[in-house]
Nanobody, 126 residues
Framework: QVQLVESGGGSVQAGGSLTLSCTASGYSFRNACLGWFRQAPGKEREGVAVIYARGGRIYYDDSVRGRFTISQDNAKNMLYLQMNSLKPEDTAMYYC???????????????????WGKGTLVTISS
């Protein structure tokens, strides 16, 4: 059974930083498309960033490009999201997700993931 678990959420002031982590059981991140997504209250889920390390593919949504960094550690089977210069509009539940490599090269990467975590809450105050 595949299980993804996020951690690292919390409450910080605008301009601050947080690092989210995601670990998996029953699934290897080594050859997978991995992503971070978020859903703010009353809004639809949106894609934040994806990575396919073996293919050198990294993509960020315009709303976070230059502020967030996605990375992975295959030895630890971990996925990370370093978030800097946080804004109140970054407030959301953040989810990690995993899928087949091809998803990272597809226009449908925002909806093509196979496995999802339950999320970690990030709250940014002004």
């Amino acid at each position: 059974q595949v299980q993804l678990v996020e951690s690292g959420g919390g409450s910080v002031q605008a301009g601050g930083s947080l690092t989210l982590s995601c670990t998996a059981s029953g699934y290897s991140f080594r050859n997978a498309c991995l992503g971070w997504f978020r859903q703010a209250p009353g809004k639809e889920r949106e894609g934040v960033a994806v990575i396919y390390a073996r293919g050198g593919r990294i993509y960020y949504d315009d709303s976070v490009r230059g502020r967030f960094t996605i990375s992975q550690d295959n030895a630890k089977n971990m996925l990370y999201l370093q978030m800097n210069s946080l804004k109140p509009e970054d407030t959301a539940m953040y989810y990690c997700a995993a899928g087949v490599p091809g998803v990272c090269y597809s226009d449908s990467w925002r909806s093509g993931m196979d496995y999802w975590g339950k999320g970690t809450l990030v709250t940014i105050s002004s």
